[in-house]
């Protein structure tokens, strides 16, 4: 039901990312269901945009409407997808012809029903120095040169005529967006650290940007020392009218980080949303415990394989189940097996349904090295599953009280995390389902009407503050306007033009 203070304002609503993977993880999830609850909770329509060169985004659109991750008012728009349904208008000025790649081996080639749809070809350093596009009937779309003096990308017409040329792939992706919101007021949510990059630089009055951050923005945690992988769009904060973290420690944290190197932004925190699934009507399993992660190094996916094996010593019963695929998952595998666990420690792979099993699980773990505020957190509280999770920035100590609705150890300290493991299953039965059921209670602060709420306030905020800057600005720029005015005339006399 919609309710009157969680309605969002009237306008265009994008949420851009730079693309959708088949495995999606968490960034994506909590992406798409906000973007749910923005149509369901808050009634209005969003557009999810990408930037990348997959080639099946409307089968992709299919699976994920079968799954129920895209409803009714959203819908997957993709710059290429778009580029090749309705081109450019042709511009006055003459555009050379690029000459297209001569297929190699070594080429990266996406295709859809057999038709090769980009072709990318990458240098020495691994990074891309020529990408041809294509339309499903062959014909060249695009050609984009990393090395071209000027006009990088050129998009041409069916016949093969160049018809329009931008100098970089930002400059584009700003055409795109201006052609998207078509000077109507938009709200513009970034998820993506990649597809920020371009949206830093991009100012326009009817358009609102805010860019979120899922993750910490700390190197190794230390007080102002930004990622360097974030350090480029967060130095541009400010160009941004929002930038959204995901707990208050964190917006405390960033402020400070900001105002040490002289960066001046608006930051506010918005957690994710949980999604309460109905009780399976299963039997809990008390000692089965679950992780739902991506295998990379940052989940730190051992730590969870040494911790059980430590409470299995005390207690044999322990077991858990590992949800997740990635690029550390055959050293995972390895340490399950030099650990005599494989029937203890079972690696389920990705499952699209994962959050199911904190249903029936008793207890679930995070081992993670950094995290901004994970959904697998709320998620394993909202089912009444009883997290033990490192101390780490952000998140657990944000969510959990620890005794109270989940447990919360020492980071890198694998023994404590067994001991709570071992400590769980020897409580009393009524002090277990009171844990549940205050872990279910946190939980219910983080519902999908609660965050859309939210949402609806600073964004009807940000485009008050917006107005405002503009309006304070709104004399400096008349002022100079009419200046480059009486330049130009005094100009034009003295040199008879």
Not at 113 to 138: E, I, Y
Not at 211 to 240: E, M, Q, W
Not at 436 to 452: G, N
Request: hydrophobic share 40%; glycine share 6%; charged share 30%.
């Amino acid at each position: 039901m919609m309710r009157a203070d969680s309605r969002l304002p009237h306008g265009r609503h994008f949420a851009l990312t730079w693309g959708i993977s088949d495995h999606y993880g968490g960034m994506t999830n909590a992406m798409l269901r906000r973007s749910r609850s923005f149509r369901r909770i808050g009634g209005v329509d969003v557009d999810i945009l990408t930037l990348d060169d997959r080639p099946d985004y409307p089968e992709l659109d299919a699976r994920l409407r079968a799954a129920g991750e895209l409803i009714d008012g959203l819908r997957i728009r993709n710059i290429w997808d778009e580029l090749r349904q309705r081109p450019p208008r042709a511009k006055d000025t003459e555009i050379d012809p690029v000459e297209p790649l001569v297929p190699n081996d070594d080429d990266v080639v996406s295709e859809r029903d057999g038709v090769v749809l980009s072709r990318r070809r990458s240098g020495a350093d691994g990074g891309p120095t020529a990408v041809d596009r294509f339309r499903p009937d062959g014909s060249l779309l695009a050609t984009e040169r990393a090395d071209a003096p000027s006009r990088r990308i050129v998009v041409y017409a069916e016949d093969g005529t160049p018809i329009r040329a931008w100098k970089s792939s930002w400059t584009l992706y700003r055409w795109w967006f201006d052609r998207l919101t078509a000077g109507k007021t938009s709200y513009m949510l970034v998820d993506s650290k990649t597809a920020a990059r371009c949206v830093a630089g991009y100012r326009r009055e009817n358009v609102t940007t805010v860019h979120i951050v899922h993750a910490s923005h700390r190197l190794g945690g230390r007080a102002g020392t930004l990622r360097s992988s974030r350090a480029p769009v967060l130095r541009r904060a400010g160009d941004f009218d929002d930038i959204v973290v995901l707990t208050a420690r964190q917006r405390a944290d960033l402020v400070d980080d900001l105002a040490a190197v002289d960066v001046a932004a608006r930051i506010r925190a918005i957690p994710n949303e949980a999604e309460f699934l109905p009780p399976s009507g299963r039997p809990r399993a008390d000692s089965s415990g679950v992780v739902v992660a991506s295998l990379e190094t940052r989940k730190r996916l051992k730590h969870a394989v040494d911790a059980v094996a430590k409470a299995r010593a005390t207690d044999s019963r322990i077991s858990l189940d590992v949800f997740g695929d990635g690029p550390k998952e055959s050293e995972i595998r390895r340490r399950v097996e030099a650990l005599g666990l494989d029937e203890h420690v079972r690696l389920r792979g990705f499952d699209p349904d994962a959050r199911t099993a904190f249903q029936r699980a008793g207890f679930s773990l995070l081992t993670s090295t950094s995290e901004g505020l994970p959904l697998v957190l709320i998620e394993s509280m909202a089912a009444g599953c009883i997290p033990i999770a490192y101390d780490i920035r952000y998140g657990p100590a944000d969510m959990i009280r620890d005794g109270v609705d989940g447990f919360i150890v020492p980071e890198r300290d694998t023994e404590m995390m067994a001991q709570r493991i071992v400590e769980l299953q020897s409580m009393p039965a009524a002090r277990v389902e009171a844990m549940r059921r205050r872990a279910m209670a946190r939980a219910a602060e983080f519902s999908d009407v609660a965050v859309t709420r939210q949402w609806a306030r600073e964004l009807r905020s940000a485009f008050d503050a917006k107005r405002i800057e503009s309006a304070r600005e709104q004399p400096v720029r008349v002022r100079l306007r009419r200046r480059a005015g009486v330049l130009r005339r005094r100009v034009q006399w003295l040199t008879g033009r």
